[in-house]
């Protein structure tokens, strides 16, 4: 069972004995553990257990606490601290001085001991050890026994420790490359100075014939190929066949098909995190894994052109379910785009919800598709859309079809339904692979994503000069009435996964329309994650120092290190810049 990183809660106090001290400890050691028990209450692991707090032995007044408290955070796998404090303490003494893990300070907004005093100091004192450091500070003054957290400092408490938790819990474990470059894309150029530098990860890497070796030599389980293969004829409808009449695939050929994109599943599974049924059956090598939190799958072309393509193996094992019933989904990138996997990664530890791979294909303006269809886009796709649409592949969690309510949602998935599971598996079919791009087979997803779902849409690229840039567009998922939904669909590929997105524009910008958000997109495909996680994103790129270029949050939700602002506080995308160049990746 995975460890997961707890967040540390550190009650620094003013350390003056003979009364000084003693007054207040009741207050402060009050503050770390309402800290702790709201967060405990608010958030969950990616596998749905409550957050873990760990509160210091005793309150900081002195260097010796400090250093005890963080001897204590190592033993108990802390990833990240809050401090907090009603009164003033001393400085640096009292700090948390650990450079690559992030840190917060709660200083409450008093009048008896305000706990401003010490935030100001402590934030000077890391400003000038070049510890960059986050700091919480109420709007509204409370009285000297108030024991609740005010809602502001709540919303920046669970934004820095969303962030934190994501920073932590993907340290040290790998992304793995399955395959290598595919069709130039330079996405699959696997920087490994980026996942080590600014991710603290590491970089694993097999050739694609490791998947050929493990089916040729029955390296999996065979019951669960058995159980898988029968909940997959139970359970994935087979949609039409759209080749040409002289290309049709042939039900031999299809059946064989189906049981090679099983094993595979089951074999990419077992690459990234390992099987221990894999030892009892005398593969113990390749029961270890790789340890990966992540990965991708090139395919195309050296494995698409003699064996069925990845699509059904990248669609479920991104699903927050499959035979074994409803689990975390992975993080597999399509293409072996390592980018957009680290983005899909980012976005998932943030909302343990799965991700949408897509490519970012076509904005559609509003009098195009009047144009072509004779229909007037309203609401939000008013001023049009974007066609996102992946070659093959996506969560079958996207298609929306969770309900909260009657809405559509994307749920973590401790909280999918049977009920959910059912809607999403009904409204989805598995198309036998179009013979023009995938030569050897395969089963492209092919569903369309309900409407009037928040979506973040995210990108990091990387820049010559500059490294890892990070871009953000919040918007909405539109439905389409179904007939000019198929006009502008079968202008592509109808066999693949469509969702239709309508980014919030600002008139400013990369927003000034929808248009100017597709023109100025980095690179070819987008990572898509359910809600508007805008803010969340930049607090963690933040902590990575990966710079903004472009975003639709709102500024007054913008929560990036103090510090910051010394490098400017009017153009603040100049000024992330700066600081991100200044303080450099989090574990160089």
């Not at 820095?160 to 490359?177: E, T």
């Not at 087979?238 to 098909?257: F, K, M, T, V, Y």
Request: proline share 5%; aromatic share 10%.
């Amino acid at each position: 069972m995975r460890e997961f990183a707890r967040i540390g809660i550190r009650p620094t106090i003013d350390g003056r004995r003979r009364g000084v001290r003693e007054s207040l400890e009741k207050q402060t050691m009050a503050m770390a553990q309402s800290v702790a028990e709201f967060l405990t209450s608010s958030l969950r692991y990616p596998d749905g257990s409550p957050v873990e707090c760990v509160i210091a032995d005793s309150t900081i007044g002195r260097v010796q606490e400090a250093m005890d408290c963080q001897r204590q955070f190592k033993r108990e796998n802390v990833g990240l601290t809050i401090t907090v404090t009603p009164c003033w303490c001393y400085g640096t003494e009292t700090m948390d001085l650990t450079p690559d893990m992030p840190h917060a300070i709660w200083g409450f907004n008093g009048t008896e001991r305000p706990g401003a005093v010490y935030l100001a100091a402590a934030m000077s004192g890391y400003a000038q050890k070049g510890i960059p450091a986050f700091a919480i500070y109420g709007k509204e003054v409370q009285d000297a026994d108030a024991t609740d957290i005010p809602t502001d400092v709540q919303e920046k408490l669970l934004t820095f420790a969303k962030a934190g938790l994501a920073v932590a819990n993907i340290r040290d474990y790998s992304y793995l490359a399955m395959g290598g470059v595919c069709m130039g894309i330079a996405g699959s150029i696997v920087k490994d100075d980026f996942f080590q530098e600014y991710l603290g990860m590491r970089n694993e890497s097999i050739d694609m014939s490791e998947f050929t070796r493990r089916i040729d030599e029955g390296i999996y389980d065979p019951e669960e190929y058995q159980v898988a293969l029968k909940w997959v004829k139970a359970n994935c409808l087979e949609g039409p066949d759209n080749n040409p009449e002289e290309w049709l695939w042939g039900r031999e050929e299809l059946d064989a098909q189906w049981e090679t994109v099983v094993k595979m599943t089951l074999i990419a599974r077992d690459l990234m995190i390992g099987n221990p049924r894999l030892a009892e059956l005398g593969f113990a090598e390749e029961a270890c894994g790789h340890g990966a939190i992540a990965a991708g799958f090139q395919g195309q072309r050296q494995w698409t052109d003699h064996f069925p393509n990845g699509d059904f193996m990248e669609t479920i094992l991104n699903t927050s379910f499959d035979w074994n019933g409803k689990r975390a989904p992975f993080i597999l990138a399509t293409e072996n785009d390592s980018l957009n996997g680290a983005t899909m990664l980012l976005n998932y530890m943030l909302t343990n919800t799965a991700q949408i791979f897509a490519d970012v294909r076509t904005f559609w303006s509003a009098d195009s598709v009047e144009r072509v269809t004779g229909h007037r886009l309203t609401g939000h796709g008013q001023e049009g859309v974007i066609h996102l649409i992946n070659s093959g592949a996506a969560t079958l969690d996207g298609n929306g079809q969770a309900s909260d309510n009657g809405k559509p949602i994307m749920k973590p998935h401790w909280e999918l339904t049977a009920d959910d599971q059912k809607a999403i598996l009904a409204n989805t079919s598995f198309r036998p692979a179009s013979k023009g791009y995938f030569r050897g087979g395969g089963f492209s997803t092919n569903y369309l994503t309900k409407g009037e779902m928040p979506l973040t849409m995210a990108r990091i690229n990387f820049i010559k000069g500059i490294g890892p840039v990070l871009q953000i567009a919040e918007g909405y998922s539109v439905e389409l009435p179904e007939a000019v939904h198929h006009q502008l669909d079968d202008r592509t590929d109808p066999t693949w996964p469509t969702t239709w997105f309508a980014p919030k524009v600002t008139g400013k910008g990369a927003f000034t329309d929808v248009y100017s958000v597709m023109d100025n997109w980095g690179a070819n495909h987008g990572a898509i994650s359910y809600g508007h996680i805008g803010a969340d994103l930049i607090t963690l790129a933040a902590m990575l120092r990966i710079p903004v270029n472009m975003h639709n949050v709102a500024e007054d939700q913008i929560f990036r290190p103090r510090v910051w602002g010394m490098f400017g506080t009017e153009q603040l995308e100049g000024a992330d810049y700066r600081a991100c160049q200044n303080y450099g990746p989090l574990y160089k």
